[in-house]
């Protein structure tokens, strides 16, 4: 991730789940701004998806779809994402295409032009 760090403090996720989030049938997205220069991504995979190899392959892929469309996210976001059940037989395309449209739902996309 070239403009951005990982989330990793429990306080910051507690804020952010005391916002208002954007969900779908894959995923719930969680943004706030965080007065800086880079976003911070911090991703939530629960026990209840299945046993470690399935919620680190479903990390792995939501940390690719993010490196892979980071030049479309605003700077200056803290960002988490929760992962559903649905989301561990969703292939890559359809996971891809629920992340977007959360990020545009939640205002943290760049403005095309």
Known sequence: ?????????????RRLYST??????????????????????????SKKLGCAVVRNRVRRRLREIYRLNEHLFAPGWDIVVVARSRCIKADFQKLTHAYLSLAEKAGILEAQQ
């Not at 990982?6 to 996720?13: G, S, T, Y």
């Not at 995923?27 to 800086?36: C, D, G, P, T």
């Not at 976003?39 to 939530?44: F, P, W």
């Open 1 to 13: 991730m070239k403009f951005s760090s990982p989330l990793k403090l429990n306080h910051i996720f």
């Open 20 to 45: 208002s989030g954007h969900g779908n049938g894959f995923l719930v997205l969680y943004a706030r701004k965080n007065h800086s220069s880079a976003n911070r991504v911090g991703l939530t995979v």
